[in-house]
């Protein structure tokens, strides 16, 4: 289960657990109120030269308009993520694997190292 959905599953429990506490004799249902944890922006989470939070890059991320954005990632063979980030979500466009430095690319699909690192991660 991804991190979300671990959340909205928790928030979901509590909601169950507190609802089936109320007092039904006066009438008054207690309102409870789920905001999710704020997103950080893309442009953030994947930083030319930084290292990418596999974790954080997972949970996605927020484009410069609020819009929630998850960026798709490659599974590689041995586990590892190879990450490729378009410019719409306000990141430099480019790749990385997850725990391993974001290299900005503006086209990965002709970047020879973005297809060297994508032939390793396909094994």
């Not at 694997?97 to 974001?102: A, E, L, S």
Request: charged share 20%.
């Amino acid at each position: 289960m991804t991190r979300p959905s671990r959340i909205l599953a928790l928030a979901a429990a509590g909601i169950l657990a507190l609802t089936s506490c109320a007092d039904t004799s006066t009438g008054v249902t207690p309102t409870i109120t789920y905001s999710p944890p704020a997103l950080p922006a893309c442009a953030d989470v994947f930083q030319p030269g930084e290292t990418i939070d596999q974790e954080q890059a997972a949970a996605g991320c927020v484009d410069p308009d609020g819009g929630q954005q998850m960026v798709g990632a490659h599974r590689c063979d041995d586990g590892r993520h190879l990450w490729q980030v378009d410019a719409s979500t306000g990141a430099k466009a480019g790749w990385g694997f997850g725990g391993g430095k974001y290299r900005a690319s503006k086209d990965a699909a002709n970047d020879p190292a973005y297809s060297k690192a994508y032939e390793d991660c396909a094994g």
